[in-house]
Structures are given as structure tokens and as C-alpha cells.
């Protein structure tokens, strides 16, 4: 079975500041991996996702995360954080060859101006 | 292009009571998947359905719970005596299902948030 941990319910940060949202996951093969990003009463967003290739991925909204197998992890990060980057972020897991992905618990970033 | 849809956005009942949270996929889409999501969780798949087919319905309670996604009109999902336990948000989305599997990308709804009393 897979699960993922996201390290941290809540971040806050500094508008300006760095942003790290940390996730590790743990799965029996190589998996698939993404973020989504929930705005208050909205439904996810889909930010970045990793399947194979360049393991450094590129989203949108100036995010992007870096697959580390030998970590297992899938940490997302953003230079400058805006007020707007103020969300609960989710990552999850989908195993190769599966279609149902498991997610972590959320991590809600706030940003202080 | 509009996006995935979900009604109603809240819905109130009261224990005992049906619930019926309906869900149209992208234009294109023929894949849906519902979620559930308790408070401070992430989601939690329920089912997976294409048009008229249930694929995979490992993650639905064995009782009360049921989805459908007919030929026409929009995928249902549908909880029979509600209690308060099924209070929750419940996502819906849709893919294409043109990649496949894992790497297809699912577009969330804004998800119906249900209250039972």
C-alpha cells in the first residue's frame, strides 16, 4: 500500500519569503506524482505532476517540485511567495499502472504581508 | 470551456434522509471519480465510473452509497439514510481518459458540501 506524508498542517511565511512544502511518500513501485493546489471552497488544482523524465518539475504560478527517489520525496517550492499563494496545498501519489491516487493530509501556506 | 460542474454546492438533510450530489464532467470527458474529504483530510477516492460502466468502486461504502453515470445527463452519486458521519465535502472530477491510467489528468469540481442534522 502507498501513503504520503506531508510534513507540517500549516506553513507561514513572509510574503517574499521562500516557500517549502515538504512530501514523502512511500510506494512499493516507482510512482506518479503531483500537487494540487484548494483555494477556500473550491475544488483542487492541479499544479505540477511527475511521471518520468527530467526529475525537476515545473508548474504553474512559479511553483515547481523536484522528485528525489532516493528520498522519496516530491517537495514543492516557490522563491517569492505571494499573498495570493495562500491555499491548502495537496500532494498525492498514484502508483504505476493505477489510476487512483492517494492523497496527503494538506498543507494549509499562509502568507504574512 | 467550462469547467467540471457539481450540484448544489451545500446541501442540508436531515439524518434518515437521501442525498443526491450530481456532477457533470468537462465537455470531452468521459471519465468521472468522486472523492470524499473530512475535515483537515486529504481526499479519499470513492469511485470510478465511464458512461454507463462502474470501474471501480473499491473506495464506496458497502451500504448506502451508490453512483451512476448514465448515457445522458450528469454522474450521480447517491447516499440513501443519511447519518451524521456522511457530513463532508464530495469532489467530483472528469478526465478524458485519453492517456491512460495513471498520467490522465483529473479536473476537480468545486465539490458539494453536505450537512446532515
Known amino acids: 500500500a502507498q501513503s504520503v506524508t506531508q510534513l507540517g498542517s500549516h506553513v507561514s511565511v513572509s510574503e517574499g519569503a521562500l516557500v517549502l512544502l515538504r512530501c514523502n511518500y512511500s510506494?512499493?513501485?516507482?510512482?506518479?506524482l503531483f500537487w494540487y493546489v484548494q483555494y477556500p471552497n473550491q475544488g483542487l488544482q492541479l499544479l505540477l505532476k511527475?511521471?518520468?523524465?527530467?526529475?525537476l518539475v515545473k508548474g504553474i504560478n512559479g511553483f515547481e517540485a523536484e522528485f528525489k527517489k532516493s528520498e522519496t520525496s516530491f517537495h514543492l517550492t516557490k522563491p517569492s511567495a505571494h499573498m495570493s499563494d495562500a491555499a491548502e496545498y495537496f500532494c498525492?501519489?498514484?502508483?504505476?499502472?493505477?489510476?487512483?491516487?492517494?492523497f496527503g493530509r494538506g498543507t494549509s501556506l499562509i502568507v504574512h504581508p | 470551456n467550462a469547467g467540471v460542474m457539481q450540484n448544489p454546492r451545500h446541501l442540508v438533510r436531515r439524518r434518515g434522509q437521501e442525498a443526491r450530489l450530481r456532477c457533470s464532467p468537462m465537455?470531452?470527458?468521459?471519465?468521472v471519480y468522486w472523492y470524499r474529504q473530512l475535515p483537515e483530510e486529504g481526499l479519499k477516492f470513492m469511485v470510478y465510473?465511464?458512461?454507463?460502466?462502474?470501474?471501480?468502486e473499491s473506495g464506496m461504502p458497502k451500504e448506502r452509497f451508490s453512483a451512476e453515470f448514465p448515457k445522458e445527463g450528469p454522474s450521480i452519486l447517491r447516499i440513501q439514510q443519511v447519518v451524521r458521519g456522511d457530513s463532508a465535502a464530495y469532489f467530483c472530477?472528469?478526465?478524458?481518459?485519453?492517456?491512460?491510467?495513471?498520467?490522465?489528468?483529473?479536473?476537480f469540481g468545486p465539490g458539494t458540501r453536505l450537512t446532515v442534522l
Open positions: 472530477a472528469s478526465s478524458p481518459g485519453t492517456s491512460g491510467g495513471s498520467t490522465d489528468t483529473q479536473y
Open positions: 510506494s512499493s513501485v516507482p510512482p506518479y
Open positions: 511527475y511521471t518520468t523524465g527530467a526529475t
Open positions: 498525492a501519489v498514484i502508483k504505476g499502472g493505477s489510476y487512483i491516487p492517494t
Open positions: 465537455k470531452g470527458h468521459s471519465h
Open positions: 465510473l465511464q458512461k454507463e460502466n462502474i470501474i471501480d
